[in-house]
């Protein structure tokens, strides 16, 4: 019904990222012919996310403690409620600008310029080309390319109403971190 993807390609794909400081997780998801990309699928790819991110976040913290004066760490740990978030479906226009190139428009950032932010190029390198060409391989890589019947959910937006009205908070008060929260418990420490 749902696999997850760790082909060499995508491996290999999220260790170059890595190399360069990116901040974007990802996670891909084989589904069944028969399986539709529902929220119901969406949230099982939610919860392997975080199976990768925990793991990389254990992994981290075993390398930074190794470094440090014998003591107890504390291990890191991240709320992640489900149950709480809640997905909103993309409209075409919207995943066609979510996918837009050009990181020239200040007051229009763009997921591209965005991931390209996050990355460090050594001085002699072609950042906007490479970052550009990274993006490509990326959302390729996701699945966002070329696919007419893609189903994009955002996660990340403010909880309704509803929700909000069930902690007490007048709306907008509550952004999506406290649905999807970490906390490393080593401070600034880096890796």
Not at 9 to 25: H, P, T, Y
Not at 71 to 76: L, S
Not at 105 to 133: E, H, K
């Amino acid at each position: 019904m749902l696999k997850g993807m760790a082909s060499s390609k995508i491996e290999l794909l999220r260790k170059r990222l890595d190399d360069l400081g990116n901040v974007f997780e990802f996670v891909t998801i084989a589904l069944d012919r028969d399986v539709s990309p529902d929220e119901g699928m969406h949230r099982c790819a939610l919860a392997e996310l975080y199976v990768q991110i925990m793991g990389s976040q254990r992994e981290w913290h075993q390398k930074v403690i190794r470094r440090l004066p014998v003591a107890i760490y504390p291990e890191p740990t991240m709320r992640w409620n489900l149950d709480d978030a809640v997905g909103g479906a993309l409209g075409r226009l919207q995943i066609t600008n979510l996918l837009r190139t050009d990181t020239d428009d200040i007051g229009s950032p763009t997921l591209c310029g965005d991931f390209i932010r996050s990355l460090y190029f050594p001085d002699l390198v072609d950042r906007a080309g490479l970052g550009q060409a990274l993006f490509a391989e990326w959302i390729n890589t996701l699945g966002l390319v070329d696919q007419s019947d893609i189903v994009v959910l955002n996660w990340v937006d403010k909880p309704t109403q509803s929700l909000m009205g069930r902690y007490g908070e007048s709306a907008g008060a509550t952004a999506w971190t406290d649905f999807f929260a970490l906390n490393v418990g080593l401070g600034d420490l880096g890796a």
